[in-house]
């Protein structure tokens, strides 16, 4: 699966808001779920929140969910929640990031300049 596969089959999991397929989109890219209880529908929201892939509106409407509801945002979170990983886990697929990051890791050709 490409990475713009995995953003696409992300962004249609963020808008239909289902937790079952969010758990097996992390699941399947190499993260390991949190222990213990996690608000699903907070991680999800926060998600939305950040991506900028899917529309404005929606965006807007896990903002203003997060207000009512949490008051709180990824940004806002202290680095060692729970929530943190899992949300930056359904952002960034694991195994994607890793091969993307690796990817621009090796060395590129040198092209020779026009004229050289």
Do not use: C
Request: net charge negative; glycine share 4%.
């Amino acid at each position: 699966m490409t990475l713009k596969e995995s953003i696409k089959e992300r962004d249609e999991i963020l808008l239909s808001m289902d937790v079952e397929r969010a758990k097996a989109f992390i699941r399947k890219h190499g993260a390991p779920l949190p222990s213990g209880r996690i608000n699903w529908e907070q991680v999800l929201h926060m998600a939305r929140f950040e991506v900028t892939s899917i529309p404005e509106e929606d965006r807007i409407d896990s903002h203003i969910w997060l207000a009512q509801n949490v008051g709180a945002s990824l940004a806002t979170l202290p680095p060692d929640s729970k929530y943190v990983r899992v949300v930056l886990d359904l952002i960034f697929p694991r195994d994607d990031y890793e091969a993307t990051m690796e990817a621009m890791r090796q060395p590129k050709p040198v092209w020779p300049r026009a004229g050289s």
